[in-house]
């Protein structure tokens, strides 16, 4: 750990909170290996004590400053464990003036999903979908744009985010949700390598977490 801080890095910084476990990745980009040091916690509902010590166990407070892009998981997933973490991120964004990018969870599991499409519809729209108790189906529809041939990174366009809605029969073809903190929080600092190196200026201001309320008919989606 301490060969991998120096007060020349700049840092991108990943949290990811959406579920039980807390997924935190960072990466040097002055490193000329690009290493990602990446840990998840599994933590539980104890994240609004931990949440700091966490963060400061990957990447301690003193080099926080030198952070130049931030991304974070919005949702859907455990609104309240979401929002904290959306909270944190925001402030830190904040202070050192920094773009904060904010990525549905299944936005992240769209690139590891996607490998369960038969050949035919790889490069095709397609549905994540999960299930609510007592709220709904939830889904969100995806496509591969392209692959960067040179880091293999897997661009996605997210054509409908995640949300509530009320016919089933259109959203084909489609894949269950699934949680992988440890892949995705990888996925998702990749996301904001991506962003970077585009030059996107990501506001974090409107870093929102996402919380379904009712359903929306997509018949014409």
């Known amino acids: ?3 991998f801080h120096s007060s020349k890095s700049k840092y991108l910084l990943a949290l990811h909170s959406c579920s039980e476990s807390f997924g935190i990745a960072i990466k040097d980009t002055e490193n000329p290996g690009k290493i ?16 700091f010590s966490c963060i400061e166990t990957i990447l301690p407070r003193k080099f926080w400053k030198q952070i130049i892009r931030i991304s974070v998981a919005k949702g859907p997933g455990s609104f309240t464990s979401t929002r904290l973490t959306i909270s944190m991120a925001r402030t830190i964004a904040q202070q050192i003036n920094c ?10 599991m769209a690139p590891r999903l996607h490998k369960n499409l038969s050949e035919n519809q790889i490069m095709k729209p397609f549905w994540i979908k999960d299930v609510l108790p007592r709220r709904g189906l939830l889904a969100g529809k995806y496509q591969l744009i392209k692959i960067q041939q040179e880091t293999n990174f897997h661009e996605f ?10 016919n089933e029969t259109i959203i084909k073809p489609s894949i269950q949700a699934s949680n992988d903190i440890e892949k995705d929080i990888i996925t998702l ?14 506001n974090w201001q409107k870093a929102l977490p996402i919380y379904p309320t009712s359903p ?6």
Do not use: C, W
């Not at 990602?36 to 949440?51: A, D, M, P």
């Not at 600092?189 to 990501?202: A, D, H, R, T, W």
């Open 36 to 51: 990602i040091k990446s840990e998840v916690f599994k933590i539980g509902r104890s994240l609004s004590n931990k949440l």
């Open 216 to 221: 929306i008919d997509k018949k014409n989606t």
């Open 99 to 108: 773009s904060l990018d904010a990525i549905s969870t299944f936005h992240l």
């Open 157 to 166: 366009s997210e054509i409908v985010a995640p949300q509530l809605i009320s």
């Open 1 to 3: 750990m301490q060969n």
């Open 189 to 202: 600092i990749n996301f904001s390598e991506y962003y970077q190196k585009l030059k996107v200026q990501s």
